[in-house]
């Protein structure tokens, strides 16, 4: 029997749904079921998780979708104290005990797929509610998104717009070792030995190796990186890379790179209908 059949049946079905995370190069796949689940040759561990409503129709793509799992799982820890620097993907599917309508394996169904927007802690720290956006509310954007503004509205080394080159050493320190992070200030080791003056990485970002999380740098000075948000684990070693300001005059000097600037430079800074000609 296919799952739908098992679905509308009367007395045939036997829901199992399986709960899968990506925090950087790390998995943690999920199940609410008592015991773990195995299909074909993937894993799904038991956990006491549970989750809100899936909608449907017009509210889908606009609804927040939520889990609650322990705090002490692995994978909440990762939001304590403060979120993650990277996207974390959340797939949500479902399938029926029984059911071997798929080469000897159940049909599986993703009844939701998005990303998590927020981490909520109650009854005392001891549940976390990761709350999900679906991943169809980025139809909702409006296109297009850029702006008639002085300005570049590209992302820093976005490789379709930008297409800066985050390989190139000369926008980049790699494998740096980390000495230190008090408060939201991370201290490394070889920036002003790179060559690279204040201010050059403001604005840029630093990537923690082996786990793909990243913080922005609102302030350099010498090898003091001011972050955003400080690190909830403090990496050995990072890949920092310089930041931009956006103008016109940056995209030139500092990264050859004007034939893809992405803002409208010569934008008049006095307008007409609210302060006159002269």
Same mark, same amino acid.
């Given at each position: 029997?296919?799952?739908?059949?098992?679905?509308?049946?009367?007395?045939?079905?036997?829901?199992?749904?399986?709960?899968?995370?990506?925090?950087?190069?790390?998995? +943690?796949?999920? %199940?609410?079921?008592?015991? =773990?689940? @195995?299909?074909? &040759?993937?894993?799904? *561990? /038991?956990? !006491?998780?549970?989750?809100?409503?899936?909608?449907?129709?017009?509210?889908?793509?606009?609804?927040?979708?939520?889990?609650?799992?322990?705090?002490?799982?692995?994978?909440?820890?990762?939001?304590?104290?403060?979120?993650?620097?990277?996207?974390?993907?959340?797939?949500?599917?479902?399938?029926?005990?029984?059911?071997?309508?798929?080469?000897?394996?159940?049909?599986?169904?993703?009844?939701?797929?998005?990303?998590?927007?927020?981490?909520?802690?109650?009854?005392?720290?001891?549940?976390?509610?990761?709350?999900?956006?679906?991943?169809?509310?980025?139809?909702?954007?409006?296109?297009?998104?850029?702006?008639?503004?002085?300005?570049?509205?590209?992302?820093? +080394?976005?490789? %379709?717009?930008?297409?800066? =080159?985050? @390989?190139?050493? &000369?926008?980049?320190? *790699? /494998?740096? !070792?980390?000495?230190?992070?008090?408060?939201?200030?991370?201290?490394?080791?070889?920036?002003?030995?790179?060559?690279?003056?204040?201010?050059?990485?403001?604005?840029?970002?630093?990537?923690?190796?082996?786990?793909?999380?990243?913080?922005?740098?609102?302030?350099?000075?010498?090898?003091?990186?001011?972050?955003?948000?400080?690190?909830?684990?403090?990496?050995?070693?990072?890949?920092?890379?310089?930041?931009?300001?956006?103008?016109?005059?940056?995209?030139?000097?500092?990264?050859?790179?004007?034939?893809?600037?992405?803002?409208?430079?010569?934008?008049?800074?006095?307008?007409?209908?609210?302060?006159?000609?002269?």
């Amino acid at each position: 029997m296919s799952y739908d059949s098992i679905e509308t049946s009367v007395e045939d079905a036997s829901p199992v749904e399986l709960y899968e995370f990506t925090l950087g190069a790390t998995s +943690y796949a999920y %199940t609410s079921a008592e015991d =773990d689940i @195995t299909i074909a &040759a993937d894993v799904w *561990s /038991a956990r !006491a998780i549970k989750r809100g409503k899936v909608e449907e129709g017009p509210k889908r793509r606009s609804s927040d979708f939520a889990v609650t799992l322990p705090t002490t799982d692995p994978l909440a820890q990762s939001f304590l104290g403060i979120m993650p620097g990277v996207r974390v993907p959340m797939t949500v599917k479902r399938f029926h005990r029984g059911d071997t309508s798929s080469g000897g394996n159940p049909e599986v169904i993703t009844i939701f797929s998005g990303w998590v927007l927020s981490a909520n802690f109650s009854k005392n720290g001891k549940e976390c509610k990761l709350t999900a956006r679906h991943a169809l509310a980025n139809l909702g954007r409006i296109i297009p998104s850029r702006s008639y503004a002085s300005q570049c509205s590209h992302i820093l +080394y976005d490789s %379709t717009t930008c297409k800066v =080159d985050d @390989t190139n050493p &000369a926008y980049r320190v *790699s /494998a740096d !070792a980390v000495v230190s992070q008090v408060g939201n200030v991370l201290t490394v080791s070889s920036i002003v030995s790179g060559g690279f003056a204040d201010g050059d990485f403001a604005s840029g970002y630093v990537e923690a190796i082996g786990t793909s999380d990243f913080r922005l740098i609102v302030g350099q000075t010498g090898n003091d990186l001011t972050l955003l948000t400080p690190f909830g684990t403090v990496p050995s070693t990072v890949n920092v890379f310089r930041g931009c300001p956006h103008g016109i005059e940056a995209c030139h000097d500092d990264f050859s790179n004007v034939i893809n600037f992405g803002g409208f430079a010569f934008v008049p800074t006095r307008n007409p209908y609210q302060s006159g000609v002269l």
